[in-house]
């Protein structure tokens, strides 16, 4: 039986409903989307139809309006009382959301039964158009990168593996195969997301520095380093402004993020050294040269892995959860993660054998009082259970 994430049974359950709000499914490139809306419509008994702007060269409103009369047509030539329109990557659409807004209000005006499943890839689109144009007239599904149950049900993959290869369904069957994997990633899933999503999504200036910066926040993901000594390792000529910006629109991408030093002063966070942050631990290691074995031998360097996929299971759910992802510094006192959420936090240390315990996580309780600090890894919750783990369930 072919696997089903989640997000199919919520999305079957809201189209079989009346009619009443847009649904919308949200998340990055490659972690199923379009897949799912065809298991979707295969077991469905409402008529539909399917079309991509990802297929057409500058998709402007025009196409889009075209698309509705199309299904409209459908429902008049085949006396249908009701019709499933399905748009993919609609963000493509300059404009798309007034467009959206105008056929979907002309239904309602007309009782016309057409429902309406939009799919996007770029966070940062999708929210802008929804929140300008579209409030009141949609609901949100996200879709994030997969987790290890979810891999290890579908593909059979170990926990070892999917720390090192992560969580792309398409490139599981080649995780045997290291060189093909890695380039995998690079050209069909890296390229399309930068090309397709971040440099869509606004006008770069050096579109060079914000790949080095991409590269080399990926081998840093689990790390700290400051803008500015990361400006010294780039060949292109930037300053400090201009990564934070391409930082952010990355993390709004969902491929790298830059976490913030946990402080109560808010205002203190956005002065820190970020320690980057990939949303799958595939990014990072589609640029390293020692393999998965050669990784998983030398123990400074898996738990330098352990601890990138920890923080990706973490940055993955925080925005639905509406949480805020850090980590505490101070001198020689550390703790990885810190989860923030409406006043309170979780405190995480990720524990492997490259090194023992430190007085970092009991430091943090006494100052800061979260409402849980724990170990994960050596000494504490194992590895597999903390990844069947949802951040709701820590608060």
């Known amino acids: 039986m072919e696997y089903r994430r989640p997000q199919y049974d919520t999305m079957m359950a809201r189209i079989s409903e009346p009619r009443r709000q847009i649904q919308v499914l949200v998340g990055p490139r490659q972690v199923g989307k379009s897949t799912l809306m065809e298991?979707?419509?295969?077991?469905?008994?409402?008529?539909?139809?399917?079309?991509?702007?990802?297929?057409?060269?500058?998709?402007?409103?025009?196409?889009?309006?075209?698309?509705?009369?199309?299904?409209?047509?459908?429902?008049?030539?085949?006396?249908?009382?009701?019709?499933?329109?399905?748009?993919?990557?609609?963000?493509?659409?300059?404009?798309?959301?007034e467009a959206v807004k105008g056929e979907w209000d002309r239904d309602k005006r007309e009782k016309r039964n057409l429902k309406v499943v939009l799919l996007g890839s770029s966070?940062?689109?999708?929210?802008?158009?929804?929140?300008?144009?579209?409030?009141?007239?949609?609901?949100?599904?996200?879709?994030?990168?997969?987790?290890?149950?979810?891999m290890r049900d579908a593909f059979g993959v170990s926990l070892d593996q999917y720390v090192y290869f992560g969580g792309y369904p398409g490139a599981a069957h080649l995780i045997q195969e290291e060189p093909r994997w890695q380039a995998y990633i690079r050209d069909s899933l890296i390229e399309a997301a930068l090309a397709k999503d971040v440099f869509q999504t606004a006008t770069i200036y050096k579109p060079a520095l914000l790949r080095q910066l991409f590269e080399l926040g990926c081998i840093y993901s689990g790390e700290m380093l400051s803008l500015n000594k990361m400006l010294g390792q780039l060949n292109d000529a930037g300053n400090v402004t201009t990564l934070a910006s391409y930082l952010e629109l990355l993390e709004q991408c969902n491929l790298l993020g830059g976490l913030k030093k946990f402080y109560r002063d808010e205002a203190r966070k956005y002065t820190s050294i970020p320690k980057y942050q990939v949303f799958n631990n595939a990014l990072r290691n589609a640029y390293l040269r020692k393999s998965f074995d050669g990784q998983r031998l030398d123990p400074v360097e898996w738990g330098r892995q352990v601890e990138s996929a920890v923080g990706a299971h973490l940055i993955n759910q925080c925005d639905e959860a509406g949480c805020q992802l850090r980590y505490w510094r101070e001198k020689d006192l550390e703790v990885n993660f810190v989860i923030e959420r409406q006043g309170e936090c979780v405190a995480i240390e990720v524990k492997s054998r490259r090194r023992g315990m430190n007085s970092g996580l009991p430091e943090f309780k006494k100052r800061y009082s979260p409402r849980q600090s724990f170990v994960v890894g050596t000494g504490g919750l194992s590895l597999e259970d903390f990844f069947d783990t949802k951040i709701n369930d820590l608060f």
């Open 39 to 97: 298991q979707v419509v295969e077991n469905l008994s409402i008529p539909f139809t399917l079309v991509s702007a990802d297929d057409v060269i500058n998709a402007d409103t025009d196409w889009l309006s075209l698309q509705w009369e199309s299904a409209r047509a459908k429902m008049k030539v085949n006396a249908q009382n009701e019709h499933l329109l399905i748009i993919d990557e609609v963000q493509k659409v300059e404009n798309w959301s």
């Open 123 to 150: 966070r940062v689109l999708i929210r802008k158009g929804l929140t300008e144009s579209l409030a009141g007239r949609y609901e949100l599904i996200r879709m994030g990168h997969w987790t290890y149950p979810e």
